[in-house]
């Protein structure tokens, strides 16, 4: 299940969701979070907005995969992920232009081709094809969800550009395990955050 970690930040706690090779970091600020439901009180009292960073724990490197700057509810981006590892999409002909596993690779070739204004026969044929099997996106990186053949993949990518490299990892998944592991997590999110509005100190 997802594994709780107190940052140096005592405002910032860190959650991780693992997988065959790598792991998902999810770090909330416990004080924003607070500072934005409270924002939203009218939704009623039940209601908690998250704000997190999404990284990328890959071979002893941490990588920025989705910035907070003007957050959405992390929670809201939980709950479509639930749904979407219930039932990932499938992109009809994915297997004739990637190999499993290789949507990151695509997408960082594609960038960097964007980025030299390189103009490659196919190329944006090939991106609408393949895009729609994008989960979230940022100027930083992707996390994809999608089936290849008989499997069901989770990947996730840190974009070329502005002095980074692409990096990639992905893993297959179950969709039973990760949904009941992704609703966990939110569901423990909420309460802490509700819990650490309580708390001396912070401001509710």
């Known amino acids: 299940m997802a594994e709780k970690t107190k940052m140096t930040n005592e405002n910032v ?3 991780s969701l693992s997988f065959a090779g ?10 924003s979070s607070i500072n934005f439901t409270n924002r939203f009180d009218q939704y009623g009292p039940d209601f908690v907005f998250a704000v997190a960073e999404i990284w990328l724990n890959h071979e002893g490197s941490t990588h920025l ?13 939980l709950r479509d992920l639930s749904a979407c590892v219930s039932s990932p999409p499938v992109v009809l002909g994915i297997e004739e232009v990637i190999p499993c596993g ?30 729609p099997a994008s989960f979230v996106a940022s100027k930083v990186g992707y996390i994809a969800v999608y089936v290849y053949g008989d ?7 840190v974009r070329p550009g502005e002095g980074r490299k692409a990096i990639g990892a992905w893993a297959q998944f ?24 309580k708390k001396p100190g912070k401001l509710g």
């Open 13 to 15: 706690v860190s959650y």
């Open 22 to 31: 790598f792991s998902i970091e999810v770090r909330v600020d416990e004080q």
């Open 65 to 77: 995969i989705v910035p907070a700057t003007h957050p959405e509810n992390f929670l809201e981006c």
């Open 102 to 131: 290789g949507w990151c690779s695509w997408m960082a070739g594609y960038w960097d081709r964007v980025d030299r204004e390189s103009d490659i026969v196919g190329d944006e044929k090939t991106y609408e094809l393949l895009i």
């Open 151 to 157: 499997k069901k993949i989770f990947e996730v990518a």
């Open 174 to 197: 179950n969709s039973d395990a990760l949904g009941t592991e992704v609703k966990h997590l939110a569901k423990v999110i909420a309460e802490n955050i509700r819990g650490a509005e």
